[in-house]
């Protein structure tokens, strides 16, 4: 069993900068890799980054791409989303998402709010 918990959500101005983390715990040995999904209101969940087991692979959406950055502190048990040049567009609840022991887990999310 894996437990994801979100935070570092929040309200932000259109050009400014957030990190979000994600504390993974239980049977972290058995994670892989991990990444950042973002239901934005009235739309579909997307995909945002993945980066692999080791941290030193990751892959970006076009739509986030040279303006955020995914990491990994496996000694911590935690994954980051640093989010620079936030645009209106970006406001969304954003998830962590990992496998582990051929299961899916899923964080409950936190919002982030781009807006003047």
Same mark, same amino acid.
């Given at each position: 069993?894996?437990?994801?918990?979100?935070?570092?959500?929040?309200?932000?101005?259109?050009?400014?900068?957030?990190?979000?983390?994600?504390?993974?715990?239980?049977?972290?040995?058995?994670?892989?890799? %991990?990444?950042? $999904?973002?239901?934005?209101?009235?739309?579909?969940?997307?995909?945002?980054?993945?980066?692999?087991?080791?941290?030193?692979?990751?892959?970006?959406?076009?739509?986030?791409?040279?303006?955020?950055?995914?990491?990994?502190? *496996?000694?911590?048990?935690?994954? $980051?989303?640093?989010? *620079?040049?936030?645009?209106?567009?970006?406001?969304?609840? $954003? $998830?962590? *998402?990992?496998?582990? &022991? &051929? %299961?899916?887990?899923?964080?409950? &999310?936190?919002?982030?709010?781009?807006?003047?």
């Amino acid at each position: 069993q894996v437990q994801l918990v979100e935070s570092g959500g929040g309200l932000v101005q259109p050009g400014g900068s957030l990190r979000l983390s994600c504390a993974a715990s239980g049977s972290i040995e058995s994670i892989r890799a %991990m990444a950042w $999904y973002r239901q934005a209101p009235g739309k579909q969940r997307e995909w945002v980054a993945t980066i692999t087991t080791s941290g030193i692979s990751t892959i970006y959406a076009d739509s986030v791409k040279g303006r955020f950055t995914i990491s990994r502190d *496996n000694a911590r048990s935690t994954m $980051y989303l640093q989010m *620079n040049s936030l645009k209106p567009e970006d406001t969304a609840v $954003y $998830y962590c *998402n990992t496998g582990a &022991g &051929g %299961m899916m887990y899923w964080g409950k &999310g936190t919002l982030v709010t781009v807006s003047s």
